[in-house]
């Protein structure tokens, strides 16, 4: 199972991003699909999440300008970053809670994308 991940970028304060993320490989079952982000310096921290059925969590910070959205017949999730500020900063990673074999034995576990840079300038 792989996620690869793509978007991000520089962008000024005040302008928008998109990333998106897909699940690739023997997948059986996918349920919460989200994405987390990790400053400098800094644990990784939840940006959003968004259930099989399509319910969002958000963070506090980013709730009413970020909004995650997943496509299920694509394995994909993505996030629509608006009024994008300097300390949205962070490099993004995209995670999935994913059932698939795993040497004969069908497992229920995290796989994490490689992570996708968003840097906002001031």
């Known amino acids: 199972v792989q996620l690869q991940a793509s978007g991000g970028g520089l962008v000024q304060a005040g302008g928008s991003l998109r990333l998106s993320c897909v699940a690739s490989?023997?997948?059986?079952?996918?349920?919460?699909m989200g994405w987390y982000r990790q400053a400098p310096g800094k644990q990784r921290d939840l940006v959003a999440t968004?259930?099989?059925?399509?319910?969002?969590n958000y963070a506090d910070s980013v709730k009413g300008r970020f909004t995650i959205s997943r496509d299920n017949a694509k394995n994909m999730v993505s996030l629509q970053m608006n009024s994008l500020k300097p300390e949205d900063t962070a490099v993004y990673y995209c995670?999935?809670?994913?059932?698939?074999?795993?040497?004969?034995?069908?497992?229920?576990?995290?796989?994490w994308g490689q992570g996708t840079q968003v840097t906002v300038s001031s």
């Open positions: 490989g023997s997948i059986l079952s996918i349920n919460t």
């Open positions: 968004v259930t099989s059925g399509g319910v969002p």
């Open positions: 995670n999935a809670l994913i059932t698939a074999p795993t040497m004969g034995i069908t497992k229920l576990s995290h796989y």
